[in-house]
């Protein structure tokens, strides 16, 4: 994940210095990232509309072959061949949630090591002098945000630390080249919510994070959902269990697949949420940027693939 931090670091560094604020940094690097998805977000939501097209066959052969089961799964897996679909295809856009998940966070946490990269060595001697010279408590968890912080306030200062090579000399460092300008419509990016619960604020961008979280799942379930329920695709009746307890079953791919898609789509919204709570507000700012492009992606996607439907049935 280190290399994607840094890779994602110098894009956004880049449009800092264009823009000269954070948060509207992000939301352009959000913006831009989101374009460079596109061609994959398209494909999954075309992936998705298939999917739900298929449900009604798949209820058939379940129907058809209740009584058993390999038959019935194997096909079930003909029909995904046939459609060329995967029954774990839903897992693909997790997945990579959660690689820039991991990418972002360990952004937002060293901004100086990858968005400014400032040598770890300088970093350590500011520390040092931040907690020796001016007595500041650097936080444990988020250092290069207390250096963010302290920096913010004095970036106009020069201070001498010692150099690398032989300790006894000294070497002046301007602040202002640490400075990353946090402040988005009156709220302090580097903020920490865990760390701040006396200040209401810093509760603003997690919680419009978690309304419009809620808002794609709900618009995703109904982009999804058919006249079957899911839990009704994939749902062994107790009857055509009667007379067979003592057989051993062979697993269910379809309803693996269907449960496993079902908690990742979950398990990210939840860890998501979790995590901002621990994390700068950066992070949740990112999150929150994609929540709404990510919205007004899959209406759009969803009009157009609609649109493209009724031309070629009309």
Known sequence: ??????????????????????????????????????????????TMKKSAKVQEKMKEIQD?????????????M????????????????????????FAMFGLVRSPLTYMKKVDNNILGEVQRYIETQENVSISQGYPQ???????SNNKDKEIEVAKEENQEEKEKINLNDLYINMNFFGLDL??????????????????????????????????????NKEKDIIEIKDEEQKGEENKKEEPDPQEMAAQMNKSMSWFMPIMSISISIIAPLGLALYWLVNNILMIAERLIINRFLDSNKEEQNG
């Open 78 to 101: 003909d029909l995904y061949k046939r459609e060329n679909l995967s029954p774990f295809s839903g897992c693909l856009t997790s997945i990579i949630q959660i690689i820039l998940l």
């Open 1 to 46: 994940m280190s290399s994607i931090s840094s890779l994602f670091g110098y894009i956004l560094n880049f449009i800092y210095e264009l823009v000269k604020n954070y948060g509207l940094a992000i939301i352009i690097f959000s913006i831009l990232l989101k374009l460079i998805l596109l061609p994959l977000s398209i494909k999954q939501q075309k």
């Open 145 to 151: 945000i207390s250096i963010v912080k302290y920096v």
């Open 190 to 227: 580097s903020n920490v919510p865990q760390e701040n619960w006396k200040d209401p604020t810093v509760f603003i961008i997690p919680i419009l994070y978690v309304l419009t979280t809620i808002a794609s799942m709900k618009i995703t379930m109904k982009m999804t959902s058919t006249k």
């Open 64 to 76: 058809k072959y209740k009584n058993d089961q390999m038959k019935m799964n194997q096909e079930m």
